[in-house]
């Protein structure tokens, strides 16, 4: 998280300058002591500005959190002292991070660091502080999962159901026309803390600004759903489906959801499609696996239902028989098809072969299959590779695919006589007794019963005979609405096409198509794609070669190769999360797993043929101690990317949709060649060298010097230079540098000398820096004594703390064990005293 928006934020870096410049302040006074005020010095040395000593305080704070947050996420149980440590890493990163924005005002890629950890403290309210951060961190392009904390932070820290609300609505006001997603997040929490207090058409109004600004909203629409059903018009709903399956096309629920709403909306054609969809999903989510009724079965009859492509019911029905199934409801439909096709000798050796198959299946089953058949594909049972099929699937067959009265009949009641409480086979057997003109024995089984779809077709018929024709084809027409496409239904439409009726739709099908077709600009049912083919990883770094401390920095590249968008979200597709893995070889070798982790949530889609491109800090920790360590070490890094990782039992780590590759890169880090004069010559640039020549030699000589310490006492791990008098010297470089007439110089190679072993010298000659005049030298001095002493230290961190004329210094030793001064006492108030009377007055 720390460095993805650091490339957004710079692209807009002159509007967040004001900003940024105000948070600086307003950082300072907020710090937990710091809410007393700022600092009560106004020295000129107090105003400092230096981007590259920021950056190097960002690098301590970034490394401090990642070590903090490391230590939190670990299953590990932790004792009090580590839980100690953890929250003084935190503040000293806070304090690194406010010292950044300090000496940079442009230093805008710290504000979700500091947003982050304000939101892990519980003990400690930063309220104001994340207040202001957020306000100056809101953008086009700001990262919603540092939005979402900062704003859950803020609530959490609020009593009353009465200021949340205030805060949400200043916070929308600050918001507007700057982040539309944040906006609609913030219009939702606002419209459900309005319905607790019952105030319903508010929280309505609230909860439809939410979704108008963010359609992807999905907890704005189901309180929505919840509270006003009445304002979810069909069109609105199916958007609602088709933007869910957008979302995530590999959620095969979305799939399912979007298709059955399209079938029951009557769109025939685009529930075919959209089921057609989730038989390709279903296949590769689960390859070994058969494709089940609930699929098949409402795929078949939408097919059946469509203008041109019934022909598919035929090669749907093949598809199941070719694995070895046999579906009694699915055949009939195909026979069906092959009628409406205009091919009744087909139709006619469908419905018979599958006749004769549901007649010996029964006959052999010793059992009856506890399945009704309905267009929605109930799951069938297997016994092997043999299907049951029970009595009321036959009575049915009969009467609604191969219509012969004498066997609905007699298969009816042998279904009812097996099932006397079910309502499925009552149904059947009263409209069988009206398919064979005895409506006197089927009124009793419609009346009392659950009523169906079959139910109110037999009543339908009845009323019919009985010459009450407006009445029934009402009754078709509520028979119909049911279930508008099953084969009940079909015959339904029949009866009222003979009494000289029609059915039409409450809904007009090509309404709801053109305003699909409005919103989507692609296929209303995009096409299935692999994720392979969907998406696309790679890793880019600004050349293959990079020389000693020589920083480098690289991006992930996430291309959207689909012709719709990508949402990265916690329900997409993409979750966001991203970890990189160094394989190091070469002269030294060694593996860093999990070398960066972090969750990203971008506002903005990712468009058809664009790419996400995500920056990534990879020279941190454990990698950039180890290149600093060893400059005489040609070393080759091969850094490999996931994403949405998922680790296996083993350790093996792929990513969460298992066919998307790793993306890979190489760099290598050329060891430094060394002879005595370019060692004299650099010893010599550090005192008449340039700025930026005294920070890269000093920092050399303390890698050389880390070098011949790590070599010590030792097999050599590779050729490198030695002679006795080096260290000597990059000792007294080291010193040279630490005494420098120039802050900034001083305050690089203290940073360099973190992972540095600290002898009597060196520990003195940072010790007079504490009396230096500018606080981030005395800063950093402070934090690496403190990291270096004994507890005899904590003497120095008291005297800091009570002393330093720089807040941040003094916050600094507070956080580093140092004793927070007492409050000094208010001195009482002299008392005022009367004057003496005027002994004139009168």
Known sequence: MFNYLRMQDKNTGILMTCAIMTCAVIVCCTLPALA???????????????????????????????ESASAVNSKVEINVADKIKQMQQRQQAIIFLTATINLDSRANYVLPDMINLAYQYSDTDYSSLVYQLLLGYISESADLEVTRKAVGYLLDRLNSREEREKLLKDMITSVSDKNAVLESELYTLLGILTAEKADLKTAQLYLMKAYSSNKYNKLAFSKLVELAPEQIDPVMYLEHLRLSLSENPFDIDSAMAFAQYADRLQLYQTAMDAYEYCVNLFGYLYPSQPLPAAIYLPWAISSYNTQRDQHKCLQIAEQVRQSGRFDLLLEAIAGKAAAKIGNAALSAQILQAAENKATRLIAGSGRLGGNEPNSQGQKNEFEGTRQTVSYVQLAWFYCFALQ????????ANKAYSVEPNSATSAAILAYSFVFNGQSDWAKPLIENYKTNQIAILAKAQIQLEQGQKDSAIETLKSAIAVDPGSLEAG??????AQNQAEYIPPIDPDIILTALRNDFKQAIVPAFITPEKLISAQLNFRGSKFSYGTEFSGTVAITNNSSGPIIISDDGLLKGNIRVDADISGDLKEKIPNLVSVKIRPTLPVESGRSLVVPLRFATSDLRRLLLTYPQASLDIEFTVYIDPVVADNGEVTDSLGNIKPAKAIIKRPGIELDTKYLRNRFVS?????????IKTAQLFIGLLMEQNAMANREPLYKFMYADWIPAMLKSAVLNSLADDDWIVKAHTMTAMDALPLDYDLISAVAKNLDDTHWPVRLIGVFLLAKSQDVNFGKVLDWTAEYDSNQLVREMAIALGGARPK????????????????????
Request: proline share 11%; net charge positive; hydrophobic share 30%.
């Open 686 to 694: 550090l005192s008449k060298g340039q700025q930026g020549q005294k």
């Open 36 to 66: 007393q005020g700022p600092s009560t010095t106004s020295k000129s040395s107090e105003q400092l500005f230096s981007p590259s000593v920021g950056q190097i305080f960002y690098d301590i704070a970034y490394d401090l959190a990642k």
């Open 823 to 842: 409050p000094k006492p208010i001195p009482p108030k002299t008392p005022v005293t009367a004057a003496p009377a005027d002994s004139n007055a009168k």
């Open 491 to 496: 015959r339904a439409k029949e009866v009222l």
């Open 404 to 411: 012969d009265s004498d066997k609905a009949i007699e298969w």
